[in-house]
């Protein structure tokens, strides 16, 4: 899932914002392998939490969205 832009957004703008998407996809990528190895940790937990990060993900791409779609540019 990618952000869509305002078409008058700078390629720049875009460049930063996706290598932000990447880093924090990577993170809750880190954190949903480590839930996974963990051994204290069961298959209900392990989803719900999994579930939670991807929630949390594609909400921060929603609001870029909503963000760079709604503003108008100078």
């Given at each position: 899932?990618?952000?869509?832009?305002?078409?008058?957004?700078?390629?720049?703008?875009?460049?930063?914002?996706?290598?932000?998407?990447?880093?924090?996809?990577?993170?809750?990528?880190?954190?949903?392998?480590?839930?996974?190895?963990?051994?204290?940790?069961?298959?209900?937990?392990?989803?719900?939490?999994?579930?939670?990060?991807?929630?949390?993900?594609r909400r921060l791409?929603?609001?870029?969205?909503?963000?760079?779609?709604?503003?108008?540019?100078?």
């Amino acid at each position: 899932m990618r952000p869509i832009f305002n078409p008058e957004t700078s390629e720049e703008r875009k460049a930063v914002i996706l290598n932000h998407l990447k880093e924090h996809r990577e993170a809750i990528d880190n954190v949903q392998r480590c839930l996974a190895e963990h051994p204290e940790i069961d298959i209900e937990t392990f989803h719900e939490r999994f579930n939670k990060l991807e929630r949390k993900h594609r909400r921060l791409i929603a609001l870029i969205t909503l963000n760079e779609t709604t503003k108008k540019s100078n």
